[in-house]
């Protein structure tokens, strides 16, 4: 049982597109991530929600909004995808109970052309 | 503002043989946490160890030991006995007040290939 999951895996798609990726967890954790990996493998955080209330928004172009239903989802909507937008995005979790550390998802590969 | 520095773009090791994967960070925080991450060649990122700011003794778990000498700002971290599946890479990274839900800054990364 996979705890937290990403879909797609995989997401290659036009300029100008608007997509999303969403992501689950059923760790119960109470906080959530998305990360961005770039070609170089450099990581930075994006956003981190805290139950469904956003706590951390790094500079991060408004075409990226991402949106938490519930504890136990945090999903990644992106608007008029730019070449630039091309990286692995990586959502996580984390909560007091189980330790410091954040959990990952397997990431999901974003090819924009 | 907080940095995290590793400076060996890339490492080999001897099969069986020890490594030290080194991390410098820069933060004017009192409380601070410091992580290590593996990613393998399939993408996946796998936490390997913590310390806390305030731990007087250094973490280990298993093979992996943290190398923490606050005076020195440094956090390198130690794989004992590599093997094969040890080759990845290795990121170090912080975060303010010591937990993932506060802001993690990661650091560049380490390449790590065991030979043979």
């Known amino acids: 049982d996979t705890a937290v999951s990403q879909t797609p895996k995989y997401l290659v798609t036009q300029m100008g597109n608007d997509k999303s990726i969403k992501c689950e967890q059923n760790?119960?954790?109470?906080?959530m991530y998305w990360y961005k990996q770039d070609s170089k493998k450099f990581l930075k955080i994006m956003f981190s929600y805290n139950n469904k209330e956003l706590i951390i928004n790094e500079t991060v172009p408004n075409r990226f909004s991402p949106k938490s239903p519930d504890k136990a989802h945090l999903n990644l909507h992106i608007n008029s995808l730019e070449l630039g937008d091309s990286a692995v995005y990586f959502c996580a979790s984390s909560h007091p109970a189980t330790g410091p550390e954040a959990f990952f998802g397997q990431g999901t590969r974003l090819t924009v052309v | 503002a907080q940095k995290i520095t590793q400076t060996q773009p890339g490492m080999f090791v001897q099969e069986k043989e020890a490594v030290t994967l080194d991390c410098t960070y820069d933060t004017s925080d009192q409380s601070y946490g410091l992580f290590w991450y593996k990613q393998p060649s399939s993408g996946e990122m796998i936490f390997l160890i913590y310390q806390g700011s305030y731990d007087e003794q250094n973490a280990t778990e298993g093979r992996y030991s943290l190398n923490f000498q606050k005076a020195r700002k440094s956090a390198n971290l130690v794989i004992s006995a590599s093997q094969l599946g040890d080759s990845a890479m290795y990121f170090c990274a912080m975060s303010d007040r010591g937990t993932s839900y506060d802001k993690v800054i990661f650091g560049p990364g380490t390449s790590l290939s065991v030979i043979p």
């Open positions: 760790l119960g954790h109470d906080t």
